[in-house]
């Protein structure tokens, strides 16, 4: 079973950063930055239409990268554009209800579905960042709205 989904996601995020990297260095005007690093899924729950049964996908550990466009207006407010990619090993498949969710097998019991978890996403971000240059670390807080496609 393939699960394709557009998500419409809206998040609201404060950040205590210990710096808030490359931005905070930058004087006011364009900057950009490229971000990596690993990341932890939470259970993703899908539903299907067709037979109206919900499952519950186990995400495994996996990597994550960003690019990051902004625009800093003066000392503390900037805009971003962010795209990014994450992904993860399909561990397990739950099927609340009747029925079990197996990859069948022609030399024995079925086993786990395999696959990977990926997702693109793409977010407009407003930050404001405490402090001025002089700061050694620069707190920030920040809203944004995008969109991910699972």
């Known amino acids: 079973m393939r699960v394709k989904s557009f998500i419409l996601a809206s998040s609201a995020a404060a950040a205590l950063a210990l710096g808030a990297g490359a931005a905070s260095a930058e004087p006011n005007g364009w900057y950009g930055a ?11 729950y899908a539903f299907d ?3 109206l049964n919900g499952y519950e996908f186990e ?3 996996g990597w994550a990268a960003f690019g990051r466009l902004g625009y800093r207006f003066d000392q503390n407010w900037r805009v971003e554009l962010e795209g990014g ?5 399909l561990g397990a498949v739950d099927r609340p209800g009747p029925g079990a ?10 086993g786990t579905p395999d696959g990977r978890l990926q997702v693109a996403s793409l977010m407009a ?6 402090g001025d240059a002089s700061w050694t670390l ?4 920040g809203m944004g709205a995008g969109l991910a496609r699972v």
């Open 101 to 110: 969710i197996c990859q069948p097998s022609t030399t024995g019991p079925c």
């Open 49 to 51: 239409t067709t037979d």
């Open 59 to 61: 995400v495994k550990e």
């Open 125 to 130: 971000n407003v930050i404001y960042d405490f």
């Open 85 to 89: 990619y994450r992904e993860g090993e």
């Open 138 to 141: 620069r707190p920030f807080i």
């Open 34 to 44: 490229v971000d990596a690093g690993w990341h932890k899924v939470n259970d993703v």
